[in-house]
């Protein structure tokens, strides 16, 4: 696609529940990040793939966060056991490389925890 | 500690009204300094990477600048469409992830 597509948009859940949040990148991008932004802050780092493997996931705060990219392309963040902490948003990021340049976000998910 | 801090936190200005944002950091190994742009719902937009003291970026209205412990960004008569978040972020040592500012809340008032 054009963009860094993120679903859902908005996501509101159960404390305790497991959440799913889904990224697809720019086609072609090699390079995925996760990050969490909380509100009146800069993003946060997560995780970062390169290709199907987690390059760098020293950014995930607890067990309770996984990220998976199967094939390369589409990534997901899975959240178990979840927090009101956990309310955030959650962006995507795709790059061809790993260089900073060329670095695109989607929307984000605006996650609700209750 | 690795330190990236941006200031003000907040900034109003009238049209036509020049100014410039602060991003001072404090990192080992710096690979690259970068502006974004937020807007509200929505991800950040990337403007520009500087990478070595010295270099500087423009960009219509937008000038970004570096030294070896800040970045600015000066905004030249600026337009109520330049109100935005506007984040500034680092890349250091071997690793990729970016370190990002609180960002500063620009107004730009008609």
């Known amino acids: 696609g054009a963009g860094v597509s993120q679903t859902p948009s908005n996501k509101v859940t159960e404390k305790g529940k497991y959440v799913e949040l889904r990224c697809d990148p720019i086609?072609?991008?090699?390079?995925l990040y996760w990050y969490r932004q909380s509100l009146g802050q800069g993003p946060e780092f997560l995780i970062y793939?390169?290709?199907?493997?987690?390059?760098?996931d020293s950014g995930l705060p607890n067990d309770r966060f996984f990220a998976v990219r199967p094939e390369g392309s589409v990534s997901t963040l899975k959240i178990q056991r979840t927090e009101r902490g956990d309310s955030a948003v959650y962006l995507c990021a795709s790059s061809l490389t790993a260089q900073g340049y060329g670095y695109t976000f989607g929307s984000g998910t605006r996650l609700t925890v209750v | 500690e690795d330190q990236v801090t941006q200031s003000p936190e907040a900034l109003r200005l009238q049209e036509g009204e020049s100014s410039s944002l602060n991003c001072s950091y404090t990192?080992?190994?710096?690979?690259?300094l970068f502006w974004y742009r937020q807007d509200p719902g929505k991800g950040p937009e990337f403007l520009f990477t500087?990478?070595?003291a010295g270099e500087e970026k423009e960009k219509e209205r937008l000038k970004a600048t570096l030294t070896k412990k800040e970045s600015f960004l000066h905004i030249t008569a600026p337009k109520p469409e330049d109100s935005a978040t506007y984040l500034c972020?680092?890349?250091?040592?071997?690793?990729?992830?970016?370190?990002f500012g609180t960002g500063t809340s620009l107004t730009v008032i008609p």
């Open positions: 500087l990478y070595s």
């Open positions: 793939f390169q290709g199907t493997g987690a390059a760098d």
């Open positions: 990192v080992s190994g710096l690979r690259g």
């Open positions: 972020a680092v890349q250091m040592g071997t690793g990729n992830q970016f370190y």
């Open positions: 086609s072609g991008h090699t390079a």
